[in-house]
């Protein structure tokens, strides 16, 4: 009888995988910008589960030839975001690494909508492809702590002579 009630209760604390129906998407935003100019560039969460996302993790990468990251900054949906987002630049690699993992755990500050989830703010170095793709994810999670597929949508700067791009709304 403990080894049963032992193994319920471990069980509901291991991270469950979602039904495909269940998939989000993460979006680089593709922008314009001339060499010498800073962009910024949004990352969109959409699909967003009706639970909510309590944690996620994952791993940007772009050439560092073209584009120099100078800050990563959470976009206003998340909330307390001193402590519960992280976007650490890797200049020399080439990467940009997010951590999300909502304060309470009680999911009160969960990501409950379709959003932008982050901006990247970078420096066009030169020309050349300023592209932004997904390198690795470690997972999504809801507040039930279901683990959620994740599809990325690479993005980037289109290298140009104008500037044409508005600033996004965290």
């Known amino acids: 009888v403990v080894v049963a009630m032992l193994t319920t209760l471990f069980a509901g604390m291991i991270p469950q995988k979602a039904t495909a129906a269940s998939t ?7 922008v314009t910008g001339a060499v010498g100019s800073t962009v910024e560039i949004p990352v969109t969460l959409s699909g967003v589960p009706s639970k909510g996302i309590v944690n996620g993790d994952f791993v940007l990468g772009y050439d560092r030839k073209v584009l120099e990251v100078t800050s990563v900054t959470a976009g206003d949906i998340v909330i307390n975001a001193r402590n519960s987002f992280d ?6 690699a080439g990467e940009i690494a997010f951590l999300y993992s909502e304060d309470t755990g009680r999911g009160t500050e969960a990501i409950k909508q379709d959003v932008v989830f982050a901006i990247i703010t970078a420096t066009v170095k030169t020309s050349g492809s300023g592209a932004i793709t997904c390198t690795e994810v470690g997972g999504f999670a809801d507040n039930d702590l279901v683990e959620h597929d994740v599809t990325f949508i690479s993005g980037g700067v289109n290298v140009g002579d104008v500037v044409a791009t508005p600033t996004p709304t965290k």
């Open 87 to 92: 976007g650490e630049i890797y200049s020399d």
């Open 24 to 30: 989000m998407t993460v979006e680089i935003g593709k």
